[in-house]
């Protein structure tokens, strides 16, 4: 692997460990040529469904889109970047395991919105009101006026 600090075209690995969520391996490498480290990520390449936006368009899946709005919504809450990553991995295995090859983004976006708030009820709040596009208070009302009946559902059982 190219070094991407000075270009160098070999480098070597210095140590190799397979991730929490065992989706990838990650390893340490050291250029010879310059002496610097860095890290590379080594994950399977599967096809994931193509995503048909609201306007009709079909663009591929981009892992660094979910995980960037994931990180926007997840901003400044006490959220380990290791679990946002566990996430996306789920959203990517619960696409792998749908066999289908196109998915509507509104599907998408309710399986990002499901597993935000199984990790972050704000987050999930915030990412809610610019995937449905809230215009006014009452739709924040409403969402929250919705965990209270989940709430209550869950301690009644």
């Known amino acids: 692997m190219r070094c991407p600090f000075c270009w160098h075209d ?6 190799s460990r397979v991730s ?8 340490r490498r050291r250029c010879p040529a310059c002496d610097k480290r860095f890290t590379t990520y080594e994950r399977i390449e599967l096809v994931l469904p193509t995503v048909i936006k609201s306007d009709g368009t079909r663009v591929e899946f981009d892992r660094r889109k979910i995980l960037s709005s994931m990180q926007l919504a997840l901003r400044k809450r006490p959220i380990a970047a290791e679990t946002i990553d ?33 990790i972050d009820e704000i987050a999930y709040v915030r990412f809610a009101s610019v995937y449905r596009r809230f215009e006014d208070v009452s739709e924040f009302k ?16």
Do not use: C, P
Not at 20 to 27: F, G, H, N, P, V
């Open 86 to 118: 566990e996430v996306v991995a789920r959203i990517e295995y619960q696409l792998l395991a749908s066999g289908e090859r196109e998915v509507h983004s509104k599907w998408f976006g309710e399986l990002v919105m499901k597993e935000l708030r199984k």
């Open 20 to 27: 929490e969520d065992s989706t990838a391996i990650r390893r």
């Open 142 to 157: 409403n969402l929250i006026d919705e965990f209270g009946r989940s709430s209550a559902e869950v301690v009644r059982s």
């Open 10 to 15: 070999d480098t070597h690995v210095v140590d």
